[in-house]
């Protein structure tokens, strides 16, 4: 489990479940497909400074690095973004990572087995199926039930019961990272990633 004081936690699920209204809110402005929505949605999550809690500072930020093609990250690995937590001790100079990857469709369109066998096979225990509509916006861990995808991330996400410790995506190599070791070279279309530094 990533060394994250229980205070700290606190604070960034409060921060996430009140910034949810204003994310989950997208769908009249970004409905015309999923890329669209994902961005919204990611960008509304977002922080704009650093927020001290304890001796830790953290904040929240997204990336949206052009990807097309076929060496994309979802034809690839089957997932369209990444979220991750990246804790940084500056006393001991040691950094904590965990991610979890998503795929994101819109009502009316169904999730592609193809992909989803593509992220269970390269990410085991750290994905998840981000479904956006009018109504709500869900997310769901296979073998799960449907959440409101802000719950899964304040909660199970922050909780350590879905996604993979030591797994990142560096975007200056554009290549996923586990346990400080480059597992591949990817273009990646969206990451939000969560600091935490002391």
């Known amino acids: 489990m990533i060394p994250i004081p229980d205070d700290v936690k606190f604070a960034i699920r409060n921060y996430i479940l009140h910034q949810c209204p204003k994310a989950t809110n997208g769908w009249k402005r970004a409905n015309e497909n999923e890329d669209t929505l994902t961005g919204d949605f990611l960008g509304s999550l977002a922080s704009d400074d650093k927020t001290k809690t304890g001796n830790f500072w953290w904040e929240v930020t997204y990336n949206k690095p052009r990807s097309q093609g ?84 304040a909660y199970n996400f922050l909780n350590c019961s879905v996604g993979i410790e030591g797994l990142f995506y560096d975007s200056d190599l554009k290549k996923y990272v586990l346990d400080h070791k480059k597992i591949s070279q990817l273009k990646i279309p969206h990451e939000l990633i969560i600091k935490v530094f002391r």
Request: charged letters at 25%; a positive charge; proline letters at 2%.
């Open 70 to 153: 076929i060496d994309s990250m979802e034809s690839l690995t089957g997932g369209d973004g990444i979220i991750t937590i990246h804790a940084k001790d500056v006393s001991s100079k040691s950094d904590y990572y965990k991610s979890v990857v998503f795929q994101a469709k819109k009502e009316g369109n169904k999730i592609d087995i193809s992909q989803q066998n593509k992220m269970k096979d390269c990410f085991p225990g750290g994905f998840f199926n981000l479904h956006f509509s009018s109504k709500k916006y869900t997310g769901k861990i296979p073998g799960g039930n449907d959440l409101g995808v802000c719950e899964l991330l």
